[in-house]
Each structure stands twice: as C-alpha cells, then as structure tokens.
C-alpha cells in the first residue's frame, strides 16, 4: 500500500516566524504535488514537482522534491495570517497512475 | 467563473433519502474525478472519468454510490439509502492529467 506521510499533523505558530512541512512515503513519485485548501473549500494547486532535487519558490513559500523522489518539503518565510488553511501534498505514481494523497498539516498562524 | 463548479453547496438530508450532486468541470477538461473528504483527512478517491468513459471506481466505493458523466461534460454523484457514515464534503476536479487536478469548491454533505 502507498502512503504518504505528511508531519506535523497541526502547527500553530506566531506571524513572522518560520516553518517546514514535510511529506514523506517509501514509495517513488514521478510528481508530487502541493494544495492548500481553506475551510469549506475544495484543495488549490500550488506547485507541481517533478525532477529530483528540484526546488520551486512561490513568494515566501520554497517547495523542494527529495533527490530520489520519495519525499517533499514546503518552506514558509515569514509567515503571515494569510498562509493560515490546510496544506496537502499528493504524489502521482506511475506504477498505478494513481494520485495518492498526504492527510494534511493544519498551519494556523496567529497575528 | 470558468473553474470547476458544484451544485449544491451544501446538503442536509435524514438516513435513506436519497441525494444527488452535480459537477462541471472546466469545459476543455477531459479527465473528472469524486473524491470524499472527511475532517482532518485528506481527500479520499471514489472514482475518475475520461470524457464520458467510468475508468476507475475505488475498491471502498459502496455500491449505493453511483456516478454519471453522459455526455462527457458535467457529472452526476448520486448516493442512495444514505447513513449517517455518508457525511464528508464531496469534492470534484478536473484535469488533463492525473497529476494537475484543478477542484470544486466542493459539497458538504450532512445525513442526519
């Protein structure tokens, strides 16, 4: 069975400081997708990942695919009430053509 | 508005009625996707379409679950004889790819 683990499960944390989530999986991907998705709401695409290593920047938001492509992790600098909401990584793999999806990390930032 | 749009918003309904969701996807969208999402989880697959074509529907999906795209476009998620277990937000995308999925706002779903 695939999964993928995403850490922490919630982080609350003050405006301005900075944070790393992380999503992890034994299983290779051949692009790894991050959303972010607030209350009552259906997930946005943030960045897809797809080389090894290959790290993406969105404003104060720095995504990297680990080398061998089993793991990602989403960077926020400065963190800003705005960036509040529930951050889901899914890793596409080619062995079944399946979109597997990480439970998500609840980030609350407080002003 | 030219995303990916669901009908209804929300939906509160007793044990063993019957409910019926609607998605439409973006026009050019070939491939349209169900997932189920419940609190604290991430979204859980139900099944996929290309164009009118079912292609996969998920081993856990009850066979009181039923999905319709006639025409390729617009979709239909039907659930019968509903238990209080149904209750999640109902989510639909689309996409030409499996791995960029672009996603409804969603349907939150109540059974009581």
């Known amino acids: 069975t695939q999964l993928l683990e995403q850490s922490p499960q919630f982080l609350s944390i003050q405006e301005g400081e900075n944070l790393t989530v992380y999503c992890n999986s034994s299983?290779?991907?051949?692009?790894l997708q991050w959303y972010r998705q607030e209350p009552g709401e259906g997930p946005v695409l943030l960045v897809t990942?797809?080389?090894g290593g290959e790290v993406k920047k969105l404003k104060r938001l720095t995504f990297q695919f680990g080398d061998a492509r089993k793991d990602s992790s989403l960077h926020i600098t400065a963190a800003q009430p705005g960036d509040t909401g529930l951050y889901l990584c899914?890793?596409?793999?080619?062995?079944?053509?399946?979109?597997?999806w990480g439970a998500g990390t609840k980030l609350i930032i407080k002003p | 508005d030219t995303g990916v749009s669901q009908n209804p918003r929300h939906k509160i309904t007793k044990r063993g009625q019957n409910v019926t969701f609607r998605c439409d996807p973006i026009?050019?969208?070939?491939?349209l996707y169900w997932y189920r999402q419940t609190l604290g989880q991430g979204p859980e697959f139900l099944t996929y379409?290309?164009?009118?074509?079912?292609?996969?529907k998920s081993r856990l999906l009850s066979d009181r679950f039923s999905a319709e795209r006639p025409k390729g476009s617009f979709s239909t998620l039907e659930i019968q004889r509903t238990e209080q277990g149904d209750s999640a937000m109902y989510l639909c995308?689309?996409?030409?790819?499996?791995?960029?999925?672009?996603f409804g706002p969603g349907t939150r779903l109540t059974v009581l």
């Open positions: 995308a689309s996409g030409f790819r499996t791995d960029t999925q672009y």
């Open positions: 026009s050019e969208h070939n491939r």
């Open positions: 379409f290309q164009n009118e074509a079912q292609l996969e």
């Open positions: 299983s290779v991907f051949s692009s």
């Open positions: 990942v797809v080389t």
């Open positions: 899914a890793g596409y793999a080619v062995s079944n053509y399946q979109l597997i």
